[in-house]
């Protein structure tokens, strides 16, 4: 196995450049990786045909003295909600089975633009609804840590490339926690912007206000270098801010060489006991905290009554958002179309019962239940009053402290099929990643270690006020850095290597 897979992207990018490595080796060696491994992880839904003539192409315009973006010839997954002219984008559905878009999503066609090499469309939960990729109309994906485990959702196929080191990078989307949860159960770095922060054109729309695109890495300094390609405004997202903002690759790098945890003060919520946690992912959380403690960082509870309330305002507002946005899947618009004898509604009802996987049907029947004549104010109504009460308890948090902590999630990877027959305990997972996405707030997940219940990844995630995304890499990489410290090196240098070594 080459040894060109165990890079990082910044150190990969940096070898690129000075011409001790081709492009071309870079991908093939990572598209070696797939074919080696993904008949076990089935992280990719699509790979590309066209990723050695696009590193080729790189390659040369390198040898030719062009100048070239910092991620230039680095391999780049791409999560199958976003759309792509040259794979198919099926978001994880049998209703877009085949389907080729005539547009690259914006986050997809900045990447191109910055050199990075596309090597597929990574698996994914159904229109990103669920949060273990088991919901995926072709198969799960399996954790690389342990292959009878769950590699977190909606976003495992990213997070589970990452991780068997089949890509340095890969792009995600987060709704409720669909970066950041399969980052904490795969011992990777996931990253929500700041609502607006990054375009969603081109992301097959889940929930509208909810939807976020961000970075899959194993690096923070990895995460910003991605964040600074495909972030900033975009004039085909009506939803995307004017900002201009900072590197957040050099915000990590200030986090990871400078002082910056001296006298931040960190907050962790009253309302989220130890008791809802397991037991090892409580002990990783509360080792990380103690760890930036000892180095001047300052621990502070803060209150977030309305939290609680959090799965169940997202479990409302989401499934009505879904059904209004999955209703074009409907046979005469996009989609595929079982033809059946009968009116246009029946080749649509027909379509949809074969199109649509159970997941999805659920969450279209809450949503239209939620939207409908006489239940609008009791639900949809009620739960955005909830919304607006989390982001003043985030409003009330941030004027006490710099960032808010949390475990990423209450327990490390479930075994596949455990959850899947219980909604409930399902949604459950996301308890502590639905409040950013419902503020509009950005989150970092990042490894704090192995669990001591079971050696399984755990993540500690960190909170910022709206536009502090950069504040998010330079604590996130100041921690990075004083975990591998005590480690002797990355988490994923001490994962399971499938197929041999790297």
């Known amino acids: 196995m ?43 839904l699509h790979v590309s045909d066209h990723a050695l003539e696009v590193a080729a192409d790189i390659d040369r315009r390198r040898a030719a003295g062009e100048a070239l973006g910092v991620l230039a010839g680095v391999p780049l997954a791409i999560k199958d909600v976003l759309v792509t002219t040259d794979m198919p984008s099926t978001s994880g559905s049998r209703i877009l089975e085949g389907y080729l878009s005539p547009f690259d999503a914006t986050v997809v066609a900045r990447s191109r633009a910055a050199g990075l090499v596309p090597l597929g469309n990574t698996n994914m939960d159904e229109f990103a609804m669920g949060s273990s990729t088991e919901h995926s109309a072709y198969g799960p994906t399996h954790n690389p840590w342990d292959l009878d485990r769950i590699p977190g959702g909606s976003g495992g196929g990213s997070a589970a490339a990452v991780a068997a080191f089949e890509a340095p990078l890969a792009l995600g989307s987060d709704t409720g926690g669909s970066i950041r949860q399969p980052a904490h159960v795969t011992g990777t770095v996931g990253v929500k912007p700041t609502y607006g922060a990054v375009s969603r054109y081109g992301a097959i729309a889940l929930a509208s206000s909810l939807d976020q695109i961000g970075p899959v890495t194993r690096t923070v300094l990895d995460a910003g270098l991605l964040h600074d390609v495909i972030g900033g405004h975009d004039h085909n997202d009506s939803t995307s801010l004017t900002d201009l903002w900072p590197s957040f690759a050099e915000a990590a790098r200030e986090g990871a060489t400078g002082d910056v945890l001296k006298g931040l003060r960190i907050g962790v919520v009253r309302q989220l006991p130890d008791s809802g946690f397991q037991p090892g992912v409580s002990a990783s959380f509360h080792a990380a905290l103690a760890e930036m403690a000892a180095h001047g960082a300052e621990i502070v509870e803060v209150d977030a009554p309305h939290f609680e309330y959090g799965v169940a305002a997202y479990y409302l507002i989401l499934p009505a958002e879904a059904s209004s946005n999955l209703a074009k899947f409907d046979s005469v618009r996009f989609g595929m179309r079982v033809p059946v004898d009968g009116t246009v509604e029946d080749v649509m009802s027909a379509t949809r ?150």
Not at 14 to 38: C, F, N, P, Q, Y
Not at 428 to 449: E, K, M, R, Y
């Open 353 to 502: 019962d074969a199109g649509f996987g159970p997941e999805v049907k659920r969450r279209i029947i809450l949503g239209t239940y939620a939207l409908s004549a006489g239940y609008y104010d009791a639900y949809y109504g009620s739960a955005q009053k909830v919304r607006t009460l989390i982001q003043r308890d985030f409003d009330a948090a941030f004027a006490q402290v710099d960032v808010i902590a949390t475990p990423t999630a209450p327990t490390t990877a479930f075994r596949l099929g455990e959850k899947i027959d219980d909604p409930l305990q399902m949604y459950l997972n996301d308890v502590t990643t639905i409040p950013a996405n419902l503020a509009g707030v950005p989150g970092i997940s990042i490894p704090s270690g192995l669990s001591a219940d079971d050696a399984l990844p755990v993540g500690i995630q960190f909170l910022a006020p709206v536009r502090e995304d950069a504040r998010l890499y330079r604590v996130g990489a100041a921690l990075e850095a004083l975990l591998v410290d005590s480690w002797g090196a990355p988490l994923l240098a001490k994962a399971p290597v499938l197929g041999g070594t790297r």
């Open 2 to 44: 080459s040894g060109l897979i165990g890079l990082t992207a910044a150190e990969l990018a940096t070898k690129l450049a000075s011409g001790e490595v081709s492009s071309v080796e870079a991908t093939r060696a990572h598209l070696d990786r797939i074919a080696e491994v993904d008949a076990e992880v089935h992280a990719f």
